[in-house]
Every structure is written in structure tokens, then in C-alpha cells.
């Protein structure tokens, strides 16, 4: 079989994706093929330009970034809170934020801006071993939020406060939904010490299931606040981010956070569990933590932490059989695998071959193993979203999301790879 | 709305032919229990109650409703603090108390599905020896159940580090307002580890969030997988006492910003102080005009760090005293002043309006202070108990039911408290819903467009505005009502709905 080509698909300037009449489009795809309006003011007039428009009429997709959207407006270093504009990338937050030594637990890598990890809403890779502990996932962080709706109105839920329970929780409908029903324009989040310092080991282990019984042994018998990360990495990934060459073919790649004492404290005792630790340094670990926590994979396997040994198993197996370089990674504690690697470069329908292979990955996995695969690349460029409804396909849940979007979105003007778009005419 | 009274004989005959003639109640005298909820500020009978026993039965009923254009209310154990669980409108209450099984306990996972009607402090019970627990914990938590805990998105003393219910819940088997049955996690397969079991992730809007904290008005939840947290190995708790309300306030901003995250910090003032001393001889230092109970969990090592931490800061805030427990006897009783102050206060006045509102946490002590110049200038005693590590107030307005005029000060001064908390940065509430208590303070932090988006919402889930009508969203504030002028008609002694029978809690 012929190598095909590939390459890595940049990540899209954030996930949201405008979708407007023809003639609003043109003028604006004339000057820049991404829409970058600088304030949220600017993206609500011309939302609300559209809405004289004839939903009917032909329409382009435009693609729009929030990155100008970048300011931070408030640290209430004494409340643990901050309000700042979701284009905000996570490393310029995080710098501004460790001038009072606190942080946005996530390692995700530091040009992501916040509105898509809010947008995706994945458990982020500071999540620790005990994902249920308040202020894990990105939804957890949000105190409250302002969002632009599709008919140019700004809206506020939530507040600045720790605990909110004043009307519902509009932030739980934008959360996850990839821009479906709105777009994100300020968040207020909860904030959390920085630990004094991190540390990052990685355990070798010959095999999937030596790794993930490993991972098992740490989660029961070490504290959950310590732990930010224990992932089972392939050595294909590590050795390039690290330079250590590895005999085993994967590793438990574990980051704790903690007072300097405790931190070797914590190595110590891995070395005690599995002798051939290697302790990495922050130029080793910090690249390879990521990639990891890249938001854009090409797919999120949801199962169980109870049978996340096999489900990693057999999608390494069916990667053998992969005409891409793909690779996997497994979350233990969540129950989570990821896949991620390179995209075929043509536009257009992508080849068949790519999609033989997926087909036959869920095939492979959905009979035998309680998970589910997500593609949640959101950019509507590529041909997969087109393809892809990722609404999960239980009717009354269905029918329910229908009329979500209709209430909040009747026109369809945010594109967003939950809803199914195709037949439509762009 | 709703101005057309359903005809009681042939509607009690349709509900029992869905749930059985014994679960069907409608005569007054069963009907009184179900007219308040903890709240009683307002009183209102449903016409019926239906005690349904599965998701099938409640959507039936559902159906019938909508086809009748009758309210339906869904109700856990009535502990509800701010009247969610009353039937405003009248129609039918789905009473979930018949949903109490614990269906299965996933250890390896971490989860368990459990029946609405399962009362929290059951659970716990359940789960003991499993090194597990669910860990949202109102002091209610010996009555409200998980359904009640999910609606309302309940917090409690240990919601600090481990989060409220909405952090716990993971998937709902709910039935919407249209009748469907949905779990709002999805699955893939029924096999092991158990049906219906969630995903921990799926892309969407985050329904189980949506409708954890939506007071019922989004759908009635039968069936939930909730979280259970490990048990820490180490306990530590400790009852520090100061010379004034500022010293403590301070204490909670320094261990907080300082990296120190107790699984519980509370506040007790100058008031309950020296009530719980008075009633119980707690022999609290003299001058003692400040409590905090800081309770630090965790392995051995993260406590002891932690420990040395706080020890520096209650001394750097001049502590007048600091007791410490390590053992589970001893813990239980530094928990007793804190858990005896709603009986303390009892000595003063029969009754007391207990308020909930969250300030940013470097606010405590400037509205504090202000919380305590209300209460004088409204000429009623105010005790506050509180969350202070997330800046959740309890004032507790202390009165006397039968006394109309100091009634109407109380109603008052809580108002005044509200705005305080609201110009300080504050919401409503932090964890009593709002119910009908609050609904028309709504406009107080919302703008008409904030509330026109809630509104279209509740319109996506219930266009007919028939489950739970009047919760909530301000008068005036329903489908098709977007965008519309929104009105503040707090409740007063002049709402016909108003009663003044009885203790309020
Ligand atoms: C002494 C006391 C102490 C308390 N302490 C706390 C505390 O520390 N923290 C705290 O957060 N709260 C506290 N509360 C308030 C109350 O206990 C909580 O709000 C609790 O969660 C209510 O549960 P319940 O089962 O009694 O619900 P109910 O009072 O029956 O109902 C409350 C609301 O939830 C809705 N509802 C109930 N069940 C369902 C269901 N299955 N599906 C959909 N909607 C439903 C009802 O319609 C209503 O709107 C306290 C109350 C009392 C009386």
C-alpha cells in the first residue's frame, strides 16, 4: 500500500465557526479567510446584521477566532477568582497568574486558548486521580460566564462566587457543546494555589496491562491531591520529548505537585514500587505533558476505568493495522484513551481507507467494550465534522438537543460539529 | 395560567390507574403535608399526590398533566429551605419516595446508582466499609434525598474540597417535560459494569449540569449514578477561638490564600458564641467573640504540612485559644458547638429565618459587620453560622411568629442582607435554591436579557411551563415572555400566599 500523505492538522483558531449569508461573508473573506472581531461588540453587530437575512439565502462558513480576545480583567488574588476574555491562550493566563502564585490547573499546551478548553470541556491533564474532586473538569471552573447568542445578545449567568445556585446554570449548556448554542465571550473562573513545585517520573512497563495495573497500585495506595497526572504513554511519544532511550515499550508517565520534601518523597517511594523510575526534568516533561493534553485529538475514547486495560489493548492492536501514523494514550483514572497522530492533507472527502479504519475500530471496540469514540475535530473545513454527528444518537436526548438549538440558534449560524450539517448548502 | 380546575373524581381515577388507587392521595387532611416544604413561608395544597414507583409510571403521569394542562411539582423529603417543593399552583405532586433502592455500588469506578428517593445519609450508611462516600453533605442530610440534593445542587460543610452535589452527579435518568426518559450521560452498551452506567465524558451541552440545581423545572429526576469520593486516611479538625469577628475573617483569607484547603471551614460569631455557651457550656475562652472549626484531610503527609500551616496562621490572627482532635470522638465533639447552635438559638425565639447568600471571600468581614448593624437597625437578633471558606452566609434572623411587626422587620432586615451581599459582589444563594423564596429577587442580579436566556432554557425543556411553574424565573418570566420588562415584587406579609403558622424550620 502507498504511503499517503499527511500531515498534522493545526489546531483551528478556536471552535467556534460563524456561519453567515453569502453576501455578510464576503467582504470579510475578501480581507482574511479567518473572521478575527476584536471585540465581542463587533461579532454581536454583525449577528445581529444577519439576523435580516433570509436563513434560506446560500451561506458561507466563515471561520472566526477569538484570539483578539485576550485581556484579563480581574485577579481577586484573595478569592481565587479571576474574570478575563475566553480567547485568552492558558500560558499567558498562567503567567499572570503566578505573580500571586496561583493557577489553572491544567497542562494543556500554553497557546490553547480558554474558550477551547471550555468549549470541548475534556478532562484536562492536571485532573489528578480522584476526578470527582471539585474544580476538575473545565466546566468546574467556571463561576459564571457572559455569552453572545446568535441574535447579537449578551448574556450573563453565574457570578464570582464559589457556590452558586441563583437560576440555572446556563454554563453547564455551553460547556462541551464546541459553540453550538453560543459563543463564550468573558469567563469568571475559580482559581487554585500552585503547588510550590512539580515533579514528573516515568514508570516503564513492558505491556498495557502491566502499565494500567500500575496506575491501579498508585491511585489506591497514594494521595489523590498530590497526583495531577498519571498517563500510560507509548516510548514512540516519550523518547522523542524526552531524549531517554527506553527499553520498554510504554511508560506511567506521573506528575506531582507538592511542597519540594514531599515531591521527592512521592519519587522515592515510585522507585521503591518500580526501581527503574526516571525522574524528568521540567525541558523533558513539560513538552511531552503537551502533547498529551493537546485538545485537538483525532478521537476520545470514553469507557471505564474498570476496563481500561483492555479497551487500550485492542486499540493498539487495531493501531498496528492503521495506514497513518496514529498512536494512543490511556487516562486510567478517567477511563479515557486518546488517539492522536497525523490527518490525511487532501480537503474533500477523505479517502476511503481512513474511514475503513475507523469503521473497523469501532467495530472492533463497541460490541465488547462499554465506550465510545468522539471525533471532535470542530473545524468544518475538513470533511470528518460533515460527516459526524456527535450528538450521542438516544432519541429522546436527540430531540431534546434539537430544541436546545432551535431555541438558542433557529438560524444555524454557529457551525459546530454536534450537529449533524449534512445536505445542507454552504 | 392554569385557571381551569382540573375535575377531581375522574382525574384521581386517571392517576390511579397509572400508579395504583394507594398511591394516589387526595383528601385534605393527607394533602396538609405536602402544602409547605421547610420553607413555610407559603402554603400552598396540591390537589393530588402521586407516589409513582418507576420512570414509566412518572412519565405517564407527566403525559396526563400535559394533556390536562395541570402542574405537576416533583418532591423528595420536603427539606427544601426556599419553597421549591410547594405546589404554587396547585395540580399534582410526584412524590419520588418510593424510588429508595441503591441499585448497585461500582467500587472499582468509584459510583453508584441509586434511586432519587434515597435519602443521602442512607447511602453513606450503605457505603460504609467500602472506604468510599458520597460527599455532599447538608446538615439535612439525615432527610433529603439524592433527587432532593440534585434539584436543588446542595452543598454542605465538607463542599469546600470536595465540591457540590453538581461536582458528584454523573448521569440522570430523568423524564422530561414531554414525557421522554432519557439518562443524560450517554451510554453505548447495557453490558457490565451496569446498565445505563455513563460515560465520564461526551461531547454536548452538559445536561446532568443543566439539571443538577434546576429546582424541578427542567425535568423530574428518577434515577441517578453519583460519584463516591475515597475516604481520606487522616483527620484532623480543630476549634479556634478569637476576639473578634475580624481576626477570624482574616485567619480564613490567610489559610486560604496561603495554599491551606480544609475539607471544612466554618464561622461561628460573636452571637451564636455566646448562645451555644450559655445553652451547652462549651467553656470557650473568655472574650471569645469569633469560632472557626477548620477541619484539614488527607494523607499523613499533607495533613501534618498543612497542620504546621494553619497552627502559624490561627497564632499570626492572635487566637485567644486553639483545640485540636485527632481522634473520631474528639472531632465529634469540637463539631458539637457548631452543630448545637440551631438549638442554642431556640432559647431566645421559637423561630428563625435562615438566609443564604455567597459573598466574594475577602468580603467577610466588612459585610459582616454590616450583616450585624442590619439586625440592630431592624431591632432583631441575628446569629451567623457559616460556610466561610466559600463565602456562603447563614444569617439566621431569630423571631417570633406569632409577633406580626417583628415578622415584617425580619423580612426587612433578610432583604437588606441581600442587597449587601449583592453590592459586595455576592449571589443569592449558594446552596437553598431559589424557589419561591427568592424568585423575585431575581431582578436584583440578573439583567432582562440574563433572564430571557434562562428563560428560553426552561422554554427547550417544558414549552407548556407545567413543571414547577412559578420557581425560579421572576413573575413574568416564562416561554414566549423573552426579552420582556421582568418585575422585583419581593414577597411580603401582603402576599395571600404568606402564612406566619408555625416555626419556619
Ligand atoms: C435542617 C435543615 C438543614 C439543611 N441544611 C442544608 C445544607 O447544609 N446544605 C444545603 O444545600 N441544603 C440544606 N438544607 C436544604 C435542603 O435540605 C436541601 O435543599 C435538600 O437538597 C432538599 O432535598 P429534599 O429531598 O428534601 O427535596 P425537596 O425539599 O422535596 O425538594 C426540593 C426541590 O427539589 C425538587 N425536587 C425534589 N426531588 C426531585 C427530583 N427527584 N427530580 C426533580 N426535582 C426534584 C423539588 O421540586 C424542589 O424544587 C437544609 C434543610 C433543613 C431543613
Known amino acids: 500500500m502507498a504511503t499517503p500523505t499527511t500531515t498534522t492538522l493545526p489546531a483551528p483558531p478556536a471552535d467556534i465557526t460563524l456561519q453567515l449569508s453569502a453576501r455578510l461573508a464576503k467582504p470579510l473573506l475578501a480581507t482574511n479567510p479567518v473572521f478575527s472581531p476584536t471585540t465581542p461588540q463587533a461579532l454581536a453587530g454583525l449577528l445581529r446584521a444577519c439576523q435580516a437575512e433570509d436563513p434560506a439565502q446560500p451561506r458561507t462558513a466563515v471561520p472566526t477566532s477569538l484570539a483578539p480576545w485576550q485581556a484579563l480583567h480581574h485577579h481577586w488574588a484573595n478569592d481565587h477568582t479571576a474574570r478575563m476574555d475566553s480567547g485568552i491562550p492558558l500560558g499567558t493566563l498562567n503567567q499572570a497568574l503566578a505573580k500571586h502564585g496561583q493557577w489553572l490547573p491544567c497542562l494543556a499546551p500554553p497557546t490553547t486558548p480558554l474558550y477551547t478548553l471550555l468549549a470541548m470541556d475534556t478532562l484536562p491533564l492536571a485532573a489528578g486521580l480522584t476526578p470527582t474532586l471539585a474544580g476538575r473538569y473545565p466546566r468546574q471552573w467556571l463561576l459564571g460566564m457572559d455569552t453572545l447568542y446568535a441574535d447579537g445578545t449578551v448574556a450573563t449567568s453565574g457570578g464570582r462566587v464559589m457556590k452558586n445556585v441563583s437560576g440555572f446554570d446556563m454554563a453547564k449548556l455551553h460547556t462541551g457543546s464546541m459553540g453550538a448554542y453560543g459563543v463564550i465571550t468573558h469567563a469568571n473562573l475559580r482559581l487554585e494555589s500552585h503547588p510550590q513545585s512539580l515533579g514528573a517520573a516515568l514508570l516503564p512497563v513492558g505491556t498495557i496491562a502491566d502499565g494500567i495495573a500500575l496506575a491501579n497500585r498508585l491511585r489506591t495506595q497514594h494521595p489523590s491531591e498530590q497526583w495531577l497526572a498519571c498517563e500510560l504513554v507509548p516510548s514512540l511519544l516519550t523518547q522523542p520529548h524526552t531524549g531517554i532511550g527506553l527499553s520498554l515499550p510504554w511508560q506511567l508517565l506521573v506528575i506531582v505537585g507538592g511542597t519540594r520534601p514531599a515531591i521527592t518523597t512521592t519519587l522515592k517511594a515510585l522507585q521503591q514500587q518500580t526501581p527503574q523510575v526516571l525522574a524528568l526534568t521540567p525541558a523533558q516533561w513539560q513538552p511531552l505533558a503537551h502533547t498529551i493534553a493537546s485538545p485537538h485529538p483525532l478521537a476520545i475514547v470514553t469507557g471505564y476505568p474498570s476496563d481500561i486495560a483492555h479497551l487500550s489493548q485492542v486499540i493498539d492492536d487495531h493501531l498496528q493495522t492503521s495506514p497513518y501514523p496514529l498512536y494512543s494514550h490511556s487516562r486510567p483514572a478517567a477511563g479515557m484513551a486518546f488517539i492522536r497522530g497525523e490527518y490525511p492533507t487532501q480537503r474533500g472527502p477523505l479517502p476511503d481507507d481512513w474511514h475503513h479504519w475507523w469503521q473497523g475500530l469501532q467495530a472492533t471496540l463497541s460490541p465488547q467494550y462499554h465506550c465510545r469514540i468522539t471525533q471532535p475535530h470542530p473545524c468544518p473545513r475538513w470533511q470528518t465534522v460533515i460527516d459526524t454527528c456527535n450528538l450521542p444518537n438516544d432519541p429522546a436526548m436527540l430531540s431534546l438537543c434539537a430544541q436546545l438549538k432551535h431555541q438558542f440558534d433557529p438560524n444555524h449560524r454557529f457551525l459546530s460539529p454536534l450537529y449533524p450539517i449534512t445536505g445542507r448548502a454552504y | ?505
Open chain 2, 1 to 505: 395560567m392554569f385557571t381551569k380546575p382540573a375535575p377531581i373524581e375522574s382525574t384521581t381515577t386517571a392517576l390511579a390507574t397509572i400508579v395504583g388507587d394507594a398511591f394516589v392521595l387526595h383528601r385534605p387532611e393527607a394533602l396538609a403535608t405536602y402544602e409547605c416544604d421547610a420553607c413555610v413561608l407559603v402554603k400552598s395544597p396540591p390537589q393530588w399526590v402521586v407516589l409513582p414507583q418507576s420512570a414509566q409510571q412518572v412519565s405517564r403521569v407527566i403525559q396526563w398533566c400535559n394533556a390536562n394542562q395541570v402542574p405537576y411539582i416533583a418532591r423528595g423529603a420536603g427539606t427544601g429551605l426556599s419553597g421549591g417543593a410547594i405546589a404554587k399552583h396547585g395540580g399534582v405532586i410526584i412524590g419520588l419516595s418510593r424510588f429508595n433502592q441503591i441499585e448497585t455500588v461500582d467500587t472499582h469506578n468509584q459510583r453508584a446508582l441509586v434511586g432519587a428517593g434515597v435519602v443521602n445519609g442512607h447511602l453513606n450508611n450503605h457505603l460504609a466499609g467500602t472506604g468510599l462516600f458520597f460527599a455532599p453533605d447538608p446538615s439535612s442530610q439525615s432527610a433529603s434525598t439524592i433527587g432532593g440534593n440534585i434539584a436543588e445542587n446542595a452543598g454542605g460543610i465538607h463542599c469546600l474540597k470536595y465540591g457540590v452535589t453538581v461536582d458528584h452527579a454523573l448521569s440522570l435518568e430523568v423524564v422530561l417535560p414531554n414525557g421522554n426518559i432519557m439518562w443524560t450521560q450517554p451510554t453505548s452498551n447495557p453490558n457490565p459494569p451496569s446498565p445505563h452506567s455513563p460515560h465520564p465524558w461526551a461531547p454536548g451541552p452538559n445536561l446532568t449540569g443543566l439539571l443538577t440545581g434546576s429546582e424541578g423545572m427542567l425535568g423530574v429526576v428518577t434515577r441517578a449514578w453519583v460519584a463516591l469520593t475515597p475516604r481520606p486516611k487522616q483527620v484532623w479538625v480543630a476549634l479556634v477561638s478569637f476576639a473578634h469577628a475580624n481576626h477570624a475573617a482574616a485567619c480564613v483569607a490567610s489559610l486560604m490564600a496561603n495554599g491551606v484547603t480544609p475539607a471544612a471551614l466554618e464561622f461561628m460569631d460573636a452571637f451564636t458564641v455566646k448562645a451555644v455557651n450559655e445553652a451547652f457550656d462549651m467553656g470557650f475562652p473568655e472574650g471569645c467573640e469569633a469560632i472557626l472549626l477548620v477541619e484539614l484531610d488527607g494523607d499523613t503527609d499533607s495533613v501534618a504540612h498543612q497542620q504546621t500551616q494553619a497552627r502559624h496562621w490561627f497564632t499570626q490572627h492572635a487566637a485567644l485559644a486553639i483545640q485540636e482532635a485527632t481522634t473520631e470522638a474528639d472531632r465529634t465533639a469540637l463539631w458539637q458547638a457548631r452543630k448545637k447552635s440551631v438549638a442554642a438559638y431556640g432559647r431566645y425565639y421559637p423561630a428563625f429565618y435562615l438566609h443564604d447568600c455567597v459573598i466574594p471571600r475577602s468580603q467577610l468581614a466588612p459585610v459582616l459587620e454590616k450583616i450585624v448593624a442590619i439586625g440592630n437597625a431592624h431591632n432583631v437578633c441575628v446569629g451567623n453560622v457559616f460556610h466561610a471558606g466559600d463565602g456562603n452566609l447563614h444569617p439566621n434572623i431569630l423571631f417570633d411568629p406569632k409577633d406580626a411587626a417583628m415578622v415584617e422587620r425580619v423580612l426587612q432586615a433578610g432583604e437588606a442582607m441581600l442587597r449587601v451581599c449583592l453590592d459586595a459582589g455576592g449571589t443569592l444563594s449558594g446552596e437553598h435554591g431559589i424557589g419561591l423564596e427568592k424568585n423575585e429577587y431575581m431582578g436584583w442580579l440578573y439583567s432582562p436579557d440574563d433572564l430571557a436566556a434562562m428563560a428560553q432554557l426552561r422554554c427547550a425543556f417544558d414549552p407548556n411551563n407545567l413543571a414547577n411553574p412559578g420557581k425560579v424565573l421572576p413573575s413574568g418570566k416564562g416561554c414566549g415572555e423573552n426579552h420582556t420588562q421582568h418585575h422585583t415584587t419581593p414577597m411580603t406579609m401582603d402576599n395571600p400566599l404568606f402564612t406566619q403558622s408555625g416555626a419556619w424550620i
